[in-house]
């Protein structure tokens, strides 16, 4: 198993490029299914991360083609041939739950593997099914596996819950749906909108995406196109962040600022400078961080869940004490015990954690459990004394493309190791 290897107490310098959103590129992914003509679609510089291997293998077992062309990548769906995604693969991502929308538009059909839960919680899809059956779509669950047959027709699906996989999922289905298919209370995260503007490219016709209310007018014959994701906003946090608890300066390029605009508001708020320059956003950070209280986490464009355990790592270090509470997943503080390893005082009430900042941290051997808490590791190693050493870092790889390397190119003492299996002892 890989580890990240960590000398901390360096403030960071320099400038981070940031790659493609991984919470774009997925569900783009899913929606290249639906185009069923012979033209390809070319998706710009797509980085390979994790998830983004794990959704491609997907698509090649159900008849997609699938190449590279440098940083980018070609996708041929015309045959598509298969209803059923294997259960390994939907097991190893569980968010290729968005794929139930392209197969049962496109073949009318559709059979998963329950996606179960993961670290940060049960992750229910009630919702996804609830609007599929609003759009017409016959669903069984049996033996831990979903069915979904049927012609889909456009209707109104309200969510109770402004899920950001159930609006993609149900985008997706509606598009192949006949008639109009509106989504209420729609999730108006970015992904939401680039989303939108990718199917839009390839011949669909959606308007709303960003706001709760979401049109689809469906039954349109999709084709090919190309299309570039917005650069990752959880991404270029984790960069900001790392800025302010290693006491540096950090400048984001190609972002967009408005997507980091709650993010560089409570940046500011603790002490930091932020500077806004066209598309690119500076962090930078003299001293300590002052204390937050009442951050709560909340669906866009309130505080991003994905960005949680990043700011909790910084505010561990910062003068005062801080509140932050976790509103969207009901498990997501896996990352506790890990920096309490390394010295921070934090306790956990329910779904608030309240952490007392202390002076400084030391190094120490901790594990990554999830994608977004080893990214909140990595912070805290970067600035605490000595050295730490990050275990299970495939959970990190999932989401951050050469994160190492972009942190070492601003003055990081990081570097990857793949940990030597114990020889077996010569009997
Ligand atoms: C997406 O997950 C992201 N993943 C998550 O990013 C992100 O944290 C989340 O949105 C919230 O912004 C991808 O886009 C691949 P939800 P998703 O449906 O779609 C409950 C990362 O680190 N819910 O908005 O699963 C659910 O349990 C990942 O990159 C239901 O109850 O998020 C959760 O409590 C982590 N029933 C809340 O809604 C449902 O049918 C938000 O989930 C669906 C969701």
Redesign the pocket.
């Known amino acids: 198993m890989a580890k990240y290897l960590v000398q901390g107490g360096l403030p960071l310098a320099g400038t981070a490029r940031v790659h493609g959103a ?3 590129i ?2 783009v992914l899913a929606g290249s299914l639906l185009n069923g003509s012979k033209e390809k679609i070319r998706l710009k510089e797509v980085p390979l991360l994790g ?1 983004v291997r794990a959704m491609l293998s997907i698509l090649t077992r159900l008849g997609a083609q699938v190449d590279r062309e440098g940083a980018d990548l070609l996708l041929q769906t015309g045959a598509l041939d298969c209803y059923h995604v294997p259960d390994v693969l939907m097991r190893e ?3 290729s ?2 794929l139930m929308g392209p197969l049962l538009g496109r073949l009318g059909r559709v059979r998963i593997c329950y996606p179960g839960g ?1 670290a ?11 609007g599929l059956q609003r759009l017409g779509a016959i669903i069984e669950e049996r033996d831990g596996y979903i069915e979904a047959r049927g012609r889909l027709r456009g209707s109104e699906v309200p969510l109770v ?8 999922n149900l985008m997706l289905a509606a598009v192949c749906a006949r008639g109009e298919t509106v989504i209420q209370n729609a ?1 108006c ?1 970015p ?1 939401i909108v680039d989303l939108q503007n990718f199917l839009n490219t390839i011949g669909a016709r959606i308007s709303g995406a960003g706001s709760s209310m979401i049109k689809i007018r469906g039954g349109t014959e999709l084709r090919g196109g190309s299309y570039r994701v917005f650069p990752d906003r ?1 991404v270029a946090g984790t960069f900001l962040l790392a800025a302010a608890v290693t006491r540096g300066t950090v400048t984001v390029e190609e972002s967009v600022p408005e997507h980091l605009a709650v993010l560089t508001g409570f940046l500011k708020r603790a002490g930091a400078d932020v500077a806004v320059n066209g598309s690119a956003v500076t962090v930078s950070a003299a001293g300590r961080l002052k204390g937050l209280s009442g951050v709560e986490t909340g ?2 464009p309130g505080f ?3 960005l949680q355990p990043q700011l909790l790592a910084c505010l561990a270090l910062a003068e005062g004490d801080s509140t932050i509470t976790e509103r ?3 498990t997501r503080f896996h990352h506790l015990p890990e920096l309490r390893k390394m010295g921070a005082k934090i306790e956990l009430h329910g779904h608030r954690a309240a952490i007392r900042g202390v002076e400084g941290l030391n190094g120490a051997v901790v594990r990554a459990t ?3 808490a080893g990214a909140a590791l990595v912070l805290a190693a970067l600035a605490a004394a000595g050295e730490s050493e990050i275990l299970e870092i495939k959970h990190i790889e ?2 951050y493309d050469r994160f190492p390397e972009t942190l070492a190119g601003m003055g990081a003492r990081i570097s990857r190791e793949e940990a030597v299996r114990e020889e077996a002892s010569l009997g």
């Open positions: 991984k919470n774009s997925l569900p998830d991502m569980r968010s739950i968005f993961c940060i919680g049960k992750r229910p899809i009630n919702l996804h099914l609830e819950y402004p899920s950001v996989g159930a609006t993609e999730a995260e992904e959880i669906p866009y991003p869940t994905d969207v997943f009901n999830d994608l977004r999932r989401g």
